[in-house]
Structure formats: C-alpha cells, structure tokens
C-alpha cells in the first residue's frame, strides 16, 4: 500500500449511500438527484446484504479510534427497511468487538413511523432532520414528486421523533428565498424545540443549457451562470449576523448552532467540526450502494472516484496518494487575497466546489460566498475574542452572554 502522512486529524470517515441517489422527493436544489446517471447500468440502487457487511468489516478495521461513527445517508436513507438497518446494527456487534458505536441518519422525515422512532430509540440514533423553516419557505423547493406540499409531514415526523425520545437535528438548506427571513427562520426551529441546528448555504452553478425557464433572468458570477435557488453572498453573510445577534445575547450553551460552534473551534486552533471550514479535506469519503468510493460527497463524479470497496480497503483508498493530494489542494490552491485575508484561520476559503470566482488580483479560486463569511467573521469577531479567552481559561464561553448584558465591559 502506498500511504503517505495524511493531512488531516481525526479518525477516517466515509459516509454510506445504501440507496444512492434515489429519493421519494424532487427537492429542486438537490444536488444528488442526477448522481444516478453515473449509474445508468443499474436499474435499482440499493446496496445489497454481502456489500453491507463486507463495509462494516472493513470500516471498523479502519478505525485507529475506539469510537466509531457510522453516517447513513440518500438520497433518502429511509427507503431502505428497518431489517437492513437492523443487519447492520447485528454486524456492528459481530465485528465491533465492543467498541462504542454510534450512528446518524439523514432524512427528510417524510417516511417516519412509530416503528422506525422505537427503532432508533432502542439502538440509540442520531437522526438528521431535512427542514428548511416555516412552511412557506420549506415548501418553496422541497416538495413530492408530484409537487406537493411536504412541510405537514416532515412536521409530522419530528414530533414522532420527540414522542419516542429520538436524538435529532436540524438540516437547513439557505437559499434564495429564506435567506431573507434569518429570525423568523431561527424563531421557528426554536420554537419547535430543536436546539441542534446545521445551516447549509446552497450554491449551484448550471450550464446554458440547462438555465431552465428561458424567462427567468439567469444570476451570473464571473463568467458562471447560478441557479436560481442559489443563495446571495451578502445576504448569507446577513443571514447569520442576524440569527448570531439573537443566538450571542440568550441562548449560548442552550442553543447549539454549527456554524457558530465551528467559527469558535478555529477561534481557539481546536479542529473544526465541519470539513468546509478546515485546513485541509479529504477524511470524509463517501461510497455509492455498489461499493465506488469518491473523494468527498460533494465530488462525487468520475474523476474523484478512488476505488471500489470489492477490490481495494477503505484505509489504502482513503490514504491514497490521489485522495491526499485532494486534501491538500484545499489550502494549497487558495489564491492571494485568501493567503492574506486576517479570516484565514476561521475559513481557510472554505469548500472547493465553492471556488469559482476571481480574486481581486485576478487570480482563479476565490469562493462565491468570500464576501458573506468575511461579513460575518467581521462581526462577531469581538465575541468570538471574549469567548476564546473564556475557554482559554477554562471558563464557560457562555459568558459573554453576562458580558453583553454587562455593557461588553
């Protein structure tokens, strides 16, 4: 095997895709959707029960930590049964050799049932919820196949997971539209008592022949035509000075926010939760239902596919040179005025799909949402200094709350 010195910390991850692409919604901003053309071959992309095991085997044997991390995710994960989830709990067992093991699941709620909440109760699930705020803004791009509403289900399923005492969090697309409404937003996920919640900015660039409504004005970046849902880097940056100055006065330590907890992370030098905002990338991998192995869930296209799991192990794969040098090019590529931006430590230019502008030196690799974190790191920059200083000296960063409502004295 040839393994050279990763870049990164923290223990190998590869995230499972047992249905691939396939999806009981038509989400208009997902991206995963035309993954299944790179499999065209297939008629049905569920990974089989010898696939299963033969990933749980090999993803226990590569792990250098006690504890271990399984992520289930689609697609939509729940189109498999709770017998295939259940087959992976059993190997997990027969291959763990009692090691601590946990798993996530990603969902968009819609398929949630009393059984599956006693299910994820029993064996301890972290479960990922898809909701992207108050119906209207929820409805605008995640609905049916037929193009219905799907906010009174998804609704429904979370307070299915309350009622079994199910661990859960919230994934929020930011688009074009809510984007706009940043408190109403963050007033409704508390509201509905969740207090773990992950934003995640949607940024799509489509070619000219795919623009869609030929009477839509196409957004243009550069020389890049965005999708209309793509979101406004300003704005991103607005969206969260607003939900930060809510979040900064009350609810620190009550409500848990991951871009919030991430920007402290690289504040005090610790390893950030969110491979976006790292150094370096490439420890979070990905595997389709057949078993391919690509670079990271974003790139998941021929080019980044770095072995299959029925000829090569997940530790030679992920410690290939090919997938180092795709964690290095991260930082590596990062053009001037990243190099000499006072933010670097907080972004480090943030992730790769995201780099398709000119910076101003004309230099390629800038990220289409630059502008909106350097706002926001601007921002909250006397805050994060306070709570550093907490943390630093082993003191509650929450704080500052106490601070603020001192006069920030």
Request: with cysteine; aromatic share 14%; glycine share 6%.
């Amino acid at each position: 095997m040839n393994k050279t010195i990763a870049p990164f910390s923290g223990p190998l991850y590869v995230m499972l895709k047992p249905v691939g692409s396939t999806c009981n919604l038509d989400c208009k901003y997902c991206y995963y959707l035309e993954k299944e053309m790179l499999y065209t071959s297939s008629s049905k992309h569920f990974m089989n029960d010898e696939l299963l095991e033969r990933f749980v085997k090999d993803y226990l044997r590569s792990q250098a930590k006690a504890e271990v991390l399984f992520t289930w995710h689609g697609g939509e994960a729940l189109l498999r049964p709770i017998k295939f989830y259940q087959k992976a709990i059993d190997l997990q067992k027969k291959y763990g050799n009692n090691r601590p093991i946990d798993n996530c699941i990603q969902t968009n709620g819609v398929l949630l049932t009393d059984e599956w909440c006693e299910f994820f109760k029993k064996n301890n699930f972290l479960v990922g919820i898809s909701i992207d705020g108050p119906k209207e803004y929820h409805d605008k791009y995640r609905r049916s196949k037929q193009g219905h509403s799907t906010f009174k289900e998804v609704m429904r399923g979370i307070e299915l997971l309350k009622k079994h005492g199910v661990e859960y969090n919230a994934m929020a697309v930011i688009n074009n539209e809510n984007v706009k409404h940043p408190l109403e937003v963050y007033n409704f996920f508390k509201e509905i008592g969740c207090n773990f919640i992950q934003f995640s900015p949607i940024v799509e660039r489509v070619s000219n022949l795919t623009t869609g409504n030929k009477h839509t004005t196409p957004t243009y970046a550069g020389n890049n035509i965005l999708a209309p849902y793509t979101v406004n880097a300003n704005e991103f940056g607005d969206f969260y000075i607003a939900i930060f100055n809510e979040w900064i006065k009350k609810d620190v330590g009550k409500i848990f926010i991951q871009m919030f907890d991430t920007t402290l992370a690289n504040w005090v030098g610790e390893q950030p939760g969110v491979c976006t905002l790292a150094k370096y990338c490439g420890h979070a991998g990905v595997m389709e239902f057949n078993g391919d192995v690509y670079s990271c869930d974003h790139f998941v296209y021929p080019e980044f596919k770095i072995g299959n799991i029925n000829t090569s192990n997940l530790t030679s794969m992920m410690y290939s040179e090919k997938q180092q040098q795709f964690g290095k090019n991260k930082f590596n590529s990062l053009p001037l005025q990243c190099k000499e931006c006072r933010y670097l430590f907080a972004c480090y230019g943030e992730c790769p799909k995201n780099r398709f502008l000119n910076d101003k030196y004309g230099n390629p690799g800038l990220n289409y949402l630059c502008n909106g974190y350097y706002k926001f790191f601007d921002h909250v920059k006397p805050y994060m200094d306070y709570m550093k200083e907490e943390f630093l000296n082993q003191r509650p960063p929450s704080n500052v709350m106490r601070w603020i409502s001192n006069g920030m004295k």
